[in-house]
């Protein structure tokens, strides 16, 4: 049985928060196969916003110490497009943007931004992102991209880390708040260095 997992919350504590310039952790060089993305957009994003949000994510994971590669994929499988788009596994992960959210427990709250599938052993392919909660925060915030990109890696990250993801701070914090606003207007989000040595051993675990 599934279940949805990772939902995403922001509350916008921004008053107390100092003006901390985060720094971005150096680069890792990666040693872990690279991990490929089918997206499925259903939410018709513009497709400039979707590129640049794609090139966020990727530079969070790679500052984590991974490489992704991004298929676009229709809304509907259809046999003109990458074989890619048919796959899911451990090392080929799908994010599906929907316009809101559809399971019955968060459909009604604009504060989530997106979920993560997984099983009660922690494993999942399956990542979505709630493209009209992400673009009103967006709007409110005066994002750009950076949010929806953000986004895209909390929830991938679910699905590369498993149950119990969630962290105090960085790109896995449940609820992003003063600090974890700042931190991606600034481009700064990040994984913690003990999620990054975790994801890459997962995956060098699969060679």
Request: net charge neutral; hydrophobic share 45%.
């Amino acid at each position: 049985m599934h279940r949805i997992f990772g939902t995403c919350v922001v509350l916008l504590y921004l008053a107390a928060t100092p003006l901390v310039i985060a720094q971005n952790p150096p680069m890792t060089k990666s040693s872990s196969p690279p991990v490929t993305i089918s997206v499925h957009d259903y939410a018709d994003v513009p497709g400039p916003l979707l590129v640049l949000a794609e090139a966020q994510a990727s530079r969070i994971f790679r500052h984590a110490g991974l490489e992704t590669i991004w298929f676009a994929c229709g809304p509907r499988v259809e046999a003109v497009e990458s074989k890619a788009c048919y796959l899911s596994d451990p090392t080929h992960l799908v994010l599906k943007i929907l316009s809101h959210a559809v399971v019955k427990h968060v459909r009604d709250r604009n504060d989530v931004l997106g979920s993560a599938l997984l099983d009660e052993n922690g494993i999942g392919y399956n990542a979505y992102a709630f493209y009209d909660s992400v673009r009103s925060l967006a709007d409110r915030r005066g994002f750009s991209h950076e949010l929806l990109g953000v986004v895209f890696a909390h929830e991938i990250g679910h699905l590369l880390l498993g149950s119990h993801s969630h962290s105090v701070s960085g790109v896995m914090c449940a609820r992003w708040q003063g600090r974890e606003l700042l931190d991606i207007s600034e481009g700064t989000m990040s994984f913690l260095p003990a999620q990054s040595r975790s994801m890459r051993d997962r995956l060098i675990a699969l060679q």
